[in-house]
């Protein structure tokens, strides 16, 4: 009965796969919530001690709802719980179930190709109709989301023994991220594909590289928002899209915040605390720039600086922690093709933490979860090395 069950929640996830990436990306949690419940029910939950220190900075981040100023922080600490529960579950979850969403993945991210290719063309042909440029930012969002489905689903048609197709869909997808205005989705779609084939040859000095890169970024976003011009002076900076000059106005006000004193510091401003900061610094007008911008929006445009911000250096230490323990797991992959899968999802993660997403919208998280266990459900078991070659 469970079996069924967990079966039954796998098909539901390889249906609605395609279905979040072009209509629905803010719903994409739904989808690691159906694998992490097929992993609960199949009673195969995993939590590999290398995950440790991400379930402790999840708990850490529960615990700033504390002294956290957002009016919603109590809600968190149910969120966070269950993103790790049914993470560990989504680890356990394997066989032909898993095989339906691989194959969904790779029609999701065919469909993103098509949008790329058509302007949106099947958001546009759905009801209700839109504004268009409310659509092509959704559209946009989909396709960012699709780079992490990418390295899975191309894994997968290549062990199938269809590499033309996988080579098809990938150059369709790259296509895509260069659509509907989001420059983080190209420079991804870049740094994966870079990163990928350079895995090809060097795969565990890419994968070292990576991560190293990652936890690297906790120290060198701190260096580089305290040596900025004062946010007096970055608002009369006049060359650079508009874009670019108020995410280093963002980092500079963001990182001041952070350290004006030894409390915020070292235990951070609270869950959503960045949210806060820019609710009360209102608006600012850049120099040959008609648009009036926040200060600081919804969330800084880094994830590091805002694990700095709002967790502190303890969040920080943590998030080091975790980015590290993965570089343990990460070196005993074996095949080329695995690496290449796993260095892809890497260097984009890394795109979209330094330059455009939230550690606090979990549509972003869930995405590279999801697409590294697209990667080792194409893998199959034999990609790791065994226990005794860990050292």
């Not at 179930?97 to 063309?121: D, K, N, P, Q, S």
């Not at 098809?168 to 870079?194: C, E, K, P, Q």
Request: charged fraction near 15%.
């Amino acid at each position: 009965m469970r079996r069924r069950a967990a079966h039954l929640l796998l098909l539901l996830c390889a249906v609605l796969t395609p279905v979040a990436v072009i209509l629905s990306h803010r719903n994409f949690t739904v989808l690691l919530g159906l694998l992490g419940l097929a992993g609960l029910f199949s009673l195969r939950p995993k939590v590999p001690w290398w995950a440790v220190p991400a379930a402790l900075l999840a708990g850490w981040a529960a615990l700033t709802t504390l002294w956290s100023p957002y009016d919603d922080a109590l809600s968190w600490p149910p969120y966070l719980g269950l993103l790790v529960l049914l993470t560990a579950g989504a680890a356990g979850v394997r066989g032909r179930g898993a095989r339906a969403v691989l194959i969904a993945a790779a029609i999701g991210v065919a469909l993103l190709a098509f949008e790329g290719l058509t302007g949106g063309g099947i958001r546009d042909a759905l009801p209700p109709p839109n504004r268009a440029d409310k659509d092509d930012v959704a559209t946009a969002r989909g396709i960012g989301l699709g780079l992490f489905l990418l390295p899975g689903a191309i894994l997968f048609l290549v062990r199938e023994g269809r590499p033309r197709l996988a080579a098809v869909i990938a150059l369709g997808l790259a296509y895509a991220s260069t659509r509907f205005g989001i420059a983080a989705n190209a420079l991804a779609m870049l740094a994966g594909a870079g990163a990928a084939w350079t895995a090809t040859f060097r795969p565990r000095w890419t994968l070292r590289l990576l991560t190293y890169a990652g936890a690297g970024a906790f120290v060198a976003l701190p260096l580089f928002a305290q040596l900025l011009p004062a946010p007096d002076v970055l608002v009369t900076l006049e060359d650079g899209p508009i874009s670019w000059r108020q995410r280093l106005l963002i980092w500079k006000t963001v990182w001041t915040a952070t350290t004006e004193g030894w409390l915020p510091f070292l235990f951070g401003h609270g869950i959503e605390g960045a949210r806060i900061l820019g609710e009360g610094l209102g608006t600012v007008d850049f120099a040959n720039s008609n648009a009036v911008t926040f200060v600081v929006p919804t969330h800084p445009h880094d994830v590091p600086l805002q694990v700095w911000h709002d967790l502190g250096l303890v969040g920080a230490v943590l998030s080091i922690w975790a980015v590290l323990a993965v570089d343990r797991r990460l070196f005993r992959i074996q095949d080329r093709r695995v690496a290449a899968a796993a260095s892809f999802i890497l260097a984009a993660t890394i795109v979209f933490a330094l330059v455009d997403a939230s550690l606090w919208t979990l549509w972003r998280v869930t995405g590279p979860i999801f697409g590294a266990w697209l990667v080792t459900a194409a893998a199959g078991p034999h990609a790791l090395r065994r226990h005794r070659d860990r050292a």
